[in-house]
Structures are given as structure tokens and as C-alpha cells.
């Protein structure tokens, strides 16, 4: 399969490249600036190319599957993220790429009683505006109805870890633990990813990975 990947270097994205070369994919992984990519790979090839400016990947993804961003924005900029769905969608749907398969956020994950994650008391002031935009992002994606976009929230809490490639799934509600908490690895995460990426689950639909 011929993936290209957006937000390659970063803590998601640099696992999610790992992980689909580990699979033997063809990815094509978008950078912005010079390289900091480490992967050496025959199927590997990597692009300049921002999001935010689409002329800069015109013409650049002929042949791809599957678009899968892990697009993050800077702090200050959180609201870059919807003029990057809006470009993601519109890139698939220019390039004819089969299927969009973005990281999102678990802001917009509910909790018993309906309330989403971000409104929660105690939810930190300083992830708000991510989370929100993530909100704002997914009502985009669910507005969509040409594209076949699929859109992952991790678990509450997501952080460098190990491998296990095991993980639970849910909906649009928080998935937890026996005591309560929302975990994923960075690289289970990527795990998840993939397994969406080569058995499509998910078509129009957002769902969530954590353990249980």
C-alpha cells in the first residue's frame, strides 16, 4: 500500500512512519523544513510540503491510498488545525487518494453523563485550545460526506512508551482503565493506526484506542 504521511517527525508521526515501514508500505513522508527524519528505507521517500499551503503539494501525491495525517499544530497556532482539515480534505479529493486517516484529539471523547472530556472541572487550562480545535476539526470531518475519512482520538493521556500492539477501542466515549485512567503509548497509538490503515473499520467515524 502507498501511504503519505503528514507530520512525520513528530511524536506520533515519526512512530506512525516506523510502523508502516516496519510493514512493508510505500510511504511518502511530508516534511516542512529540512529533513529530521532518521529512517533509511528503500521505500521511503520524503517531500517538502506544509499543509497550510497546498500549492506546495500539488502534483506531489499521484498514486497514494491512503493520506494519514498526524498534522500537530505550534502553541499559539492551535486554530491552524482547521485550515488544515479543510486542506487535508481538499488534497485527498484533488489527488483522488481513497481514504484520509487523521489523529485527533481526546478532548471531544464524552464521559458518563454525556459531557465531553474538555468541559470536564479540572480539565488543564493549558490543553484547551488543542482540544478544542480538535472539536472544531472533527465537526468538519462528520460534515464531510465525499470523502472517506476516518479520525482517531487517543486515550486521555498519550506518551512515549513501549510496543505491545495491544490496545481496546471505543467510540466517542473515553475508554478507561480499572482504575479509571485513559493511557495509550505513542507507539501502540501508531499501532492502531495501521491496523485502521490496512482493516478499514472505521469509514466516516471516529473512534478511540487506550488500555483497559
Sequence with gaps: MKIALIGSTGNAGSLILK?????GHEVIAVVRGESKIQETNE???VIKGDILNLSTLENKLDGVDVLVSAFGPKHGEEDTLVQA?????ELVKKSKINRLVAMGGAGSLKIPGDIELVQTE???EAWKPIA?????ALDI???EKEVNWTYLSPAALIAPGERTGKYSVGG????VDENGDSKISFEDFAVAILDEVENPKHIRSRFTVAYK
Design 172 to 175: 466517542d466515549y473515553l475508554v
Design 43 to 45: 521505500k521511503l521517500t
Design 141 to 143: 470531518y462528520r460534515s
Design 122 to 124: 479540572g480539565f488543564p
Design 85 to 89: 482539515t479543510n486542506n487535508l480534505i
Design 132 to 136: 478544542l480545535a480538535h472539536g472544531k
Design 19 to 23: 510502523e508502516a515501514l516496519n510493514r
